[in-house]
């Protein structure tokens, strides 16, 4: 069945940048999505990629989308202390544009001052 | 415009009671979505509900869980006979009749304690 798979922990120093990667295997996939949920706390939106597109950017943050290699990244530019959270890649499958997501496991992310 | 608003946010149930959560979309929504996170992994999808209708349960565990949308009113998630391994965060989410990337918003979550 479709899946989604992510790297569970990163960790980085204050300033640096983070790059959080993922894979999935459905092909048809129409949406990508990149989520934050700190502890104890709903999701949060933080972009998302159109299928058709290599990159996208946004402020501090920069997906860039390998759809021959079913691979997507998030980059965070220049990481806050307040960056630390999990991350969720989801993407929307063959689910015929619908919100039925299949989400990776989560990675943690660790920034040290 | 309020969000996607879910309730209770914690809810404590003692083994073989029944848990019900309860989702309003956003205004305008017609879509609702539930998801479930276990501890320490992503989220899994349950079900997808349009008004009075199951549009697709292929995530719901076969017994004990059922959800609603009814015409007037909140979309429900039942569980009866809770077990320990209910215990999760429930998420909820909707999104209009016109679906693209960004036009999916969750709630804040319901976190559910079996004891």
């Known amino acids: 069945g479709e899946d989604v798979e992510q790297s569970l922990f990163l960790s980085v120093r204050e300033g640096d940048s983070s790059v959080i990667n993922c894979t999935y295997t459905?092909?048809?996939?129409?949406?990508l999505y990149w989520y934050k949920q700190e502890p104890g706390a709903g999701l949060q939106l933080l972009t998302y990629i159109f299928s058709n597109m290599d990159m996208k950017q946004d402020q501090r943050l920069t997906v860039l989308l390998n759809k021959k290699d079913k691979h997507l990244s998030l980059r965070i530019a220049d990481t806050q202390t307040g960056d630390s959270a999990i991350y969720f890649c989801?993407?929307?499958?063959?689910?015929?544009?619908?919100?039925?997501?299949?989400f990776g496991q989560g990675t943690t992310l660790q920034v040290k001052p | 415009n309020a969000g996607v608003m879910q309730n209770p946010r914690h809810l404590v149930r003692r083994r073989g009671q029944e848990a019900r959560l309860r989702c309003s979309p956003m205004k305008g929504h017609s879509h609702v979505y539930w998801y479930r996170q276990l501890p320490e992994e992503g989220l899994k999808f349950m079900v997808y509900l349009q008004k009075e209708n199951i549009i697709d349960e292929s995530g719901m565990p076969k017994e004990r869980f059922s959800a609603e949308f009814p015409k007037e009113g909140p979309s429900i998630l039942r569980i009866q006979q809770v077990v320990r391994g209910d215990s999760a965060a429930y998420f909820c989410a909707s999104s209009p009749e016109s679906f693209s990337g960004n036009t999916i918003y969750f709630g804040e979550g319901s976190w559910l304690t079996v004891v």
């Open positions: 989801a993407d929307s499958g063959g689910s015929g544009n619908t919100g039925k997501l299949i």
């Open positions: 459905d092909s048809s996939s129409t949406y």
